[in-house]
Protein backbone atom coordinates (compact mmCIF):
# COMPACT_ATOMS: atom_id res chain seq x y z
CA UNK A 1 0.00 0.00 0.00
CA UNK A 2 1.67 2.95 -0.97
CA UNK A 3 0.19 4.84 1.91
CA UNK A 4 2.98 2.67 4.29
CA UNK A 5 5.79 4.05 2.40
CA UNK A 6 6.57 7.13 4.04
CA UNK A 7 5.96 5.16 7.37
CA UNK A 8 8.32 2.54 9.44
CA UNK A 9 6.18 -1.22 9.14
CA UNK A 10 5.89 -1.10 13.26
CA UNK A 11 3.76 1.55 12.76
CA UNK A 12 1.17 0.50 9.91
CA UNK A 13 -1.05 -0.84 12.91
CA UNK A 14 -1.55 2.77 14.11
CA UNK A 15 -2.08 4.12 10.33
CA UNK A 16 -5.05 1.63 9.74
CA UNK A 17 -5.97 2.69 12.98
CA UNK A 18 -6.18 6.45 11.94
CA UNK A 19 -7.60 5.70 8.17
CA UNK A 20 -10.49 3.59 10.27
CA UNK A 21 -11.51 6.63 12.74
CA UNK A 22 -11.24 8.81 9.59
CA UNK A 23 -13.66 6.91 7.25
CA UNK A 24 -16.09 6.17 10.64
CA UNK A 25 -16.22 10.25 10.60
CA UNK A 26 -16.85 10.54 6.65
CA UNK A 27 -19.91 7.89 6.75
CA UNK A 28 -21.68 8.28 10.20
CA UNK A 29 -20.81 12.76 10.62
CA UNK A 30 -20.28 12.09 13.92
CA UNK A 31 -16.97 13.20 15.85
CA UNK A 32 -14.69 10.82 17.07
CA UNK A 33 -12.35 10.75 20.33
CA UNK A 34 -9.71 9.44 20.88
CA UNK A 35 -7.74 7.82 23.56
CA UNK A 36 -4.11 9.71 24.56
CA UNK A 37 -1.79 10.27 21.92
CA UNK A 38 2.63 10.09 22.07
CA UNK A 39 3.92 13.34 20.33
CA UNK A 40 4.97 10.64 17.49
CA UNK A 41 1.10 9.26 17.22
CA UNK A 42 0.00 12.69 16.85
CA UNK A 43 2.80 13.48 14.15
CA UNK A 44 1.20 10.56 12.31
CA UNK A 45 -2.43 11.67 12.62
CA UNK A 46 -1.64 14.84 11.39
CA UNK A 47 -0.07 13.96 8.26
CA UNK A 48 -2.51 11.28 7.40
CA UNK A 49 -5.78 13.52 7.80
CA UNK A 50 -4.35 16.95 8.19
CA UNK A 51 -4.94 20.47 8.33
CA UNK A 52 -5.90 20.61 4.62
CA UNK A 53 -8.63 18.31 4.66
CA UNK A 54 -11.77 19.81 3.40
CA UNK A 55 -14.39 17.41 4.71
CA UNK A 56 -12.96 16.82 8.55
CA UNK A 57 -10.99 18.80 11.47
CA UNK A 58 -8.29 17.05 13.82
CA UNK A 59 -8.00 18.85 17.37
CA UNK A 60 -5.76 18.33 19.90
CA UNK A 61 -5.75 19.13 23.45
CA UNK A 62 -4.09 17.76 26.34
CA UNK A 63 -4.93 20.15 29.32
CA UNK A 64 -1.97 22.06 29.50
CA UNK A 65 -0.60 24.66 26.68
CA UNK A 66 2.44 22.42 26.38
CA UNK A 67 0.91 19.04 26.67
CA UNK A 68 3.01 16.10 25.30
CA UNK A 69 0.38 13.59 25.64
CA UNK A 70 -3.04 14.50 23.89
CA UNK A 71 -6.29 13.45 22.88
CA UNK A 72 -7.47 14.29 19.55
CA UNK A 73 -10.84 14.98 18.57
CA UNK A 74 -11.35 14.27 14.25
CA UNK A 75 -14.34 16.14 13.38
CA UNK A 76 -16.61 16.98 10.71
CA UNK A 77 -15.41 20.32 9.15
CA UNK A 78 -18.52 22.29 10.09
CA UNK A 79 -18.30 21.39 14.29
CA UNK A 80 -16.55 23.23 16.25
CA UNK A 81 -14.86 21.86 19.17
CA UNK A 82 -14.30 22.87 22.86
CA UNK A 83 -12.41 21.69 25.76
CA UNK A 84 -15.64 19.18 27.43
CA UNK A 85 -15.43 17.40 24.36
CA UNK A 86 -12.22 16.05 24.90
CA UNK A 87 -13.14 14.59 27.76
CA UNK A 88 -10.42 15.62 30.06
CA UNK A 89 -9.88 15.73 34.00
CA UNK A 90 -7.16 17.16 36.09
CA UNK A 91 -6.87 15.07 39.24
CA UNK A 92 -4.42 16.33 41.82
CA UNK A 93 -3.28 14.88 45.35
CA UNK A 94 -1.18 16.65 48.03
CA UNK A 95 1.96 14.33 49.80
CA UNK A 96 4.45 15.20 52.71
CA UNK A 97 7.07 15.89 50.42
CA UNK A 98 9.57 16.12 53.31
CA UNK A 99 9.31 12.63 53.93
CA UNK A 100 9.17 10.92 50.68
CA UNK A 101 10.17 11.70 47.40
CA UNK A 102 8.31 11.01 43.83
CA UNK A 103 8.83 10.45 40.58
CA UNK A 104 6.92 10.30 37.72
CA UNK A 105 7.95 6.70 37.53
CA UNK A 106 6.29 6.25 40.79
CA UNK A 107 3.37 8.42 39.69
CA UNK A 108 2.77 6.19 36.56
CA UNK A 109 2.99 2.42 38.14
CA UNK A 110 0.59 3.73 40.69
CA UNK A 111 -1.44 3.61 38.21
CA UNK A 112 -0.75 1.18 35.81
CA UNK A 113 -1.26 -1.30 39.09
CA UNK A 114 -4.88 -0.41 38.82
CA UNK A 115 -4.95 -2.47 35.82
CA UNK A 116 -5.40 0.95 33.88
CA UNK A 117 -4.12 1.49 30.36
CA UNK A 118 -1.63 4.06 29.33
CA UNK A 119 -3.35 5.52 26.96
CA UNK A 120 -6.16 6.01 29.47
CA UNK A 121 -3.75 8.82 31.21
CA UNK A 122 -2.12 12.04 29.67
CA UNK A 123 0.27 14.02 31.30
CA UNK A 124 1.80 13.66 35.10
CA UNK A 125 3.48 16.76 37.13
CA UNK A 126 4.99 16.61 40.36
CA UNK A 127 5.90 19.94 42.27
CA UNK A 128 5.75 21.41 45.69
CA UNK A 129 4.38 18.34 47.05
CA UNK A 130 1.77 17.97 44.49
CA UNK A 131 0.62 15.20 42.11
CA UNK A 132 -1.09 16.15 39.33
CA UNK A 133 -2.63 14.01 36.22
CA UNK A 134 -4.53 14.44 33.14
CA UNK A 135 -6.79 11.85 32.84
CA UNK A 136 -9.54 10.46 30.56
CA UNK A 137 -13.36 11.23 32.21
CA UNK A 138 -14.15 7.31 31.75
CA UNK A 139 -11.61 6.64 34.06
CA UNK A 140 -11.51 9.19 36.79
CA UNK A 141 -14.23 8.25 39.14
CA UNK A 142 -12.36 4.64 39.57
CA UNK A 143 -9.21 6.14 39.98
CA UNK A 144 -10.17 8.71 42.52
CA UNK A 145 -12.00 5.66 44.48
CA UNK A 146 -8.58 3.03 44.29
CA UNK A 147 -5.68 4.89 44.16
CA UNK A 148 -5.13 5.79 47.97
CA UNK A 149 -1.14 5.71 48.31
CA UNK A 150 1.83 6.19 45.87
CA UNK A 151 4.96 5.02 47.04
CA UNK A 152 4.77 5.42 50.92
CA UNK A 153 2.75 8.52 50.28
CA UNK A 154 -1.16 7.78 51.47
CA UNK A 155 -2.88 10.28 49.44
CA UNK A 156 -6.75 11.59 48.40
CA UNK A 157 -6.90 12.38 44.57
CA UNK A 158 -9.88 15.25 43.57
CA UNK A 159 -10.62 16.68 40.32
CA UNK A 160 -9.31 20.39 39.75
CA UNK A 161 -10.18 22.86 37.39
CA UNK A 162 -7.93 22.99 34.72
CA UNK A 163 -7.27 26.69 35.42
CA UNK A 164 -4.80 25.04 38.49
CA UNK A 165 -3.07 22.77 36.01
CA UNK A 166 1.32 22.86 36.64
CA UNK A 167 2.33 23.99 33.66
CA UNK A 168 5.66 22.63 33.10
CA UNK A 169 8.34 24.66 30.94
CA UNK A 170 9.65 22.98 27.80
CA UNK A 171 12.72 24.57 26.06
CA UNK A 172 14.70 22.60 23.30
CA UNK A 173 17.99 23.03 23.10
CA UNK A 174 18.87 22.48 18.95
CA UNK A 175 22.07 21.64 17.68
CA UNK A 176 23.69 20.96 14.67
CA UNK A 177 26.19 17.52 14.65
CA UNK A 178 28.05 15.07 12.11
CA UNK A 179 27.27 11.72 12.17
CA UNK A 180 28.91 8.63 9.91
CA UNK A 181 25.02 7.03 10.02
CA UNK A 182 22.02 7.31 11.11
CA UNK A 183 22.08 3.85 13.36
CA UNK A 184 20.55 4.69 17.10
CA UNK A 185 23.85 3.79 18.75
CA UNK A 186 25.68 6.28 16.55
CA UNK A 187 23.23 9.29 17.06
CA UNK A 188 22.95 9.25 20.85
CA UNK A 189 26.66 8.88 21.10
CA UNK A 190 26.61 12.47 19.79
CA UNK A 191 23.50 13.86 21.26
CA UNK A 192 24.70 12.27 24.96
CA UNK A 193 28.37 12.68 24.27
CA UNK A 194 28.83 9.44 25.42
CA UNK A 195 31.54 6.74 24.12
CA UNK A 196 30.08 4.03 21.51
CA UNK A 197 30.39 1.67 24.03
CA UNK A 198 28.46 3.30 26.75
CA UNK A 199 25.76 3.98 24.09
CA UNK A 200 25.54 0.69 23.35
CA UNK A 201 25.54 -0.48 26.85
CA UNK A 202 22.35 1.70 27.63
CA UNK A 203 20.32 0.06 24.12
CA UNK A 204 20.98 -3.34 25.48
CA UNK A 205 20.35 -2.65 29.12
CA UNK A 206 16.40 -1.71 27.54
CA UNK A 207 17.16 1.82 29.00
CA UNK A 208 16.91 3.50 25.28
CA UNK A 209 13.97 4.21 23.63
CA UNK A 210 12.57 5.82 20.24
CA UNK A 211 9.08 7.23 19.55
CA UNK A 212 7.79 6.44 23.39
CA UNK A 213 8.59 2.49 22.76
CA UNK A 214 11.77 0.63 23.58
CA UNK A 215 14.66 -0.21 21.27
CA UNK A 216 16.96 -2.45 21.54
CA UNK A 217 18.35 -3.17 17.93
CA UNK A 218 21.84 -0.66 17.93
CA UNK A 219 21.50 -0.48 14.23
CA UNK A 220 17.72 0.86 14.11
CA UNK A 221 17.80 3.76 11.45
CA UNK A 222 16.23 7.09 12.48
CA UNK A 223 14.48 9.25 10.84
CA UNK A 224 13.84 13.03 10.86
CA UNK A 225 10.67 13.82 13.87
CA UNK A 226 12.04 10.63 15.66
CA UNK A 227 11.91 11.63 19.55
CA UNK A 228 14.52 9.73 21.80
CA UNK A 229 15.06 9.49 25.60
CA UNK A 230 17.62 7.41 27.54
CA UNK A 231 16.49 6.64 31.29
CA UNK A 232 18.50 9.36 33.43
CA UNK A 233 19.74 11.24 30.75
CA UNK A 234 16.47 12.82 29.10
CA UNK A 235 14.70 13.37 25.88
CA UNK A 236 15.93 14.43 22.55
CA UNK A 237 15.02 14.58 19.23
CA UNK A 238 16.01 14.54 15.34
CA UNK A 239 15.19 18.06 13.57
CA UNK A 240 16.49 17.47 10.78
CA UNK A 241 18.13 15.29 8.51
CA UNK A 242 20.11 17.92 6.33
CA UNK A 243 22.16 16.35 3.20
CA UNK A 244 25.98 14.91 3.55
CA UNK A 245 29.36 16.29 3.71
CA UNK A 246 32.39 16.13 1.30
CA UNK A 247 33.47 12.98 3.23
CA UNK A 248 30.20 11.38 2.74
CA UNK A 249 29.16 11.82 6.81
CA UNK A 250 25.49 13.22 7.28
CA UNK A 251 24.47 16.77 8.85
CA UNK A 252 22.14 16.67 11.24
CA UNK A 253 19.50 19.34 13.78
CA UNK A 254 19.29 17.47 17.12
CA UNK A 255 17.53 18.95 19.83
CA UNK A 256 17.46 18.23 23.86
CA UNK A 257 15.39 18.56 26.25
CA UNK A 258 16.15 20.99 28.92
Excluded: C
Excluded at 119 to 147: C, H, R
Excluded at 221 to 237: A, F, H, N, T
Amino acid sequence: MELYQHFRKEEQPFIDQVMSWKEDVEQKFEHKITDFLDPREQQILLSLIGETNDDINVYLDGGSLNAERRRAVIAPFYERKEREVFQLSLLQASYANKFVTLTHRDVMGAFLSLGIKRKKLGDIFIGDGLVQIIAANEITSYVTANLTAIKKAKITLEEKPFSMVMEKEVNWLEQDKTVSSLRLDTVIKEIYNLSRKDAALFISKQQVKVNFKIEEDAKYRLQSGDMLSIRGKGRSKVVSINGSTKKDKLKITVALLK
